[in-house]
């Protein structure tokens, strides 16, 4: 009777729960080849809400990086993915520890703006420009503002300079 | 972060607009006249209204990062903060609450927000510099003054934390300090934002509802009310 709880504990605490929810479905040949993206998001933690400001800089040789600042321009999180998926946390925040940034932040872009279709993406596409992330600790309201295509810096995609302290 | 968000509400108060380069500066040995004048002049101020322009520079990106917006404020203690591009976002506050509002597919939706206490702070101090009470400046502060072509005003956080997120604020007025034309936040690694001021009204009387925290009115309808003041 013990061993079946803690199995349904965990099975509600892990897959089963996140199998049922709906997941993002991206349109095919959606990813952008090289672009700046500005982003705009409302954060949904315990029934709190925080505004985001996201500037994504898109390479198809690079990677992606993100930068994630407050309402006043104070960057809370910085990070880099490059095309083999490898995260690198650039720079974190006592809002988004690196442990965060690496588990939620990276997974999100990759779950919208990543080049191969994930599968633990729960939530919506509400439009091509307007998503909805519905994870168990949060909510993610997120829209694209401007999309500024072109060719990106290469020091944006170099994981061995970090961003400022 | 609470010191210096306080002092960029409190000094934009006193803004205007314009574009210059050549400071030519030099250092005022005794800012203390300066400064109270400055004062004197917060003190007579009843409500302002200024359009900005916001450019964050970060070192990773090529060009700034830009935003644009409207801020006003009014006795006793109202404040609107309006961004209007690249977004919509709206906080407003007064003596008692905050409140934010964000514009989503068309609709203003209100948010439960997650510090309000930490806005409220900032509104509660821009209450009191708007009653000219520039104690807290020289509290939190080593201030210096230059003059030149223009003046600026440099504010050096006290705080070893504060100086951590923010090494100086810039406010640059009008030579005569009559009113300010930019503020710049310079961050210890380079970066720093700047806000400048396009466009002032002082003096004039807000249609209703412009700091309404459950439905504000529309920017445009505050616009088209104050398009005739001077």
């Known amino acids: ?165 | 972060m609470k010191n210096w968000l306080t002092i960029l509400f409190c000094v934009l108060a006193t803004s205007v607009h314009a574009d210059e380069t050549n400071r030519n500066l030099q250092p005022v040995a005794d800012p203390r006249p300066i400064l109270a004048d400055l004062q004197h002049k917060m003190a007579s101020l009843e409500s302002v209204y200024f359009e900005f322009a916001q450019e964050r520079q970060l070192q990773l990106f090529a060009e700034p990062l830009k935003s644009e917006g409207v801020m006003l404020i009014d006795r006793p203690g109202q404040i609107r903060w309006e961004t209007t591009s690249p977004y919509q976002s709206i906080l407003l506050g007064n003596q008692k609450s905050v409140a934010q509002f964000e514009k989503t597919d068309g609709q203003w939706k209100k948010l439960k927000l997650g510090f309000p206490q930490m806005l409220k702070r900032v509104m509660d101090q821009m209450t009191l510099m708007h009653q000219g009470k520039l104690d807290a400046l020289t509290s939190d502060f080593n201030i210096s003054v230059a003059t030149g072509r223009v003046a600026v005003v440099t504010m050096v956080p006290k705080d070893e934390n504060v100086r951590s997120m923010l090494s100086s604020l810039e406010v640059i007025f009008q030579p005569d300090f009559s009113a300010s034309k930019e503020v710049v936040m310079h961050e210890p690694g380079g970066d720093f934002t700047r806000i400048i001021f396009r466009q002032e009204k002082r003096n004039v009387k807000f249609p209703a509802n412009t700091f309404d925290q459950t439905k504000p009115l529309d920017v445009a309808a505050i616009k088209t009310a104050i398009g005739d003041a001077p």
């Open chain 1, 1 to 165: 009777m013990r061993h079946k709880l803690l199995f349904l504990s965990l099975a509600l605490l892990t897959g089963c729960a996140s199998a049922s929810r709906s997941q993002i479905q991206r349109p095919a040949n959606s990813s952008l080849a090289d672009a700046m993206i500005t982003q705009r998001g409302v954060l949904t933690v315990l029934g709190r809400q925080f505004t985001l400001n996201g500037y994504l800089s898109i390479s198809a040789t690079g990677g992606k990086r993100l930068i994630i600042t407050e309402n006043f321009g104070g960057v809370l999180a910085d990070v880099l993915i490059k095309p083999d998926g490898t995260v690198h946390v650039m720079r974190s925040s006592r809002a988004f520890k690196p442990k965060w940034i690496r588990r939620y932040i990276a997974a999100d872009l990759e779950c919208l703006f990543g080049n191969n279709l994930k599968t633990d993406c729960p939530g919506q596409m509400l439009s091509p420009t307007h998503f909805l992330i519905s994870r168990r600790w949060y909510k993610l309201d997120l829209q694209i503002v401007e999309t500024k295509p072109g060719p990106q810096p290469a020091t944006m995609f170099d994981e061995s300079k970090a961003g400022n302290p």
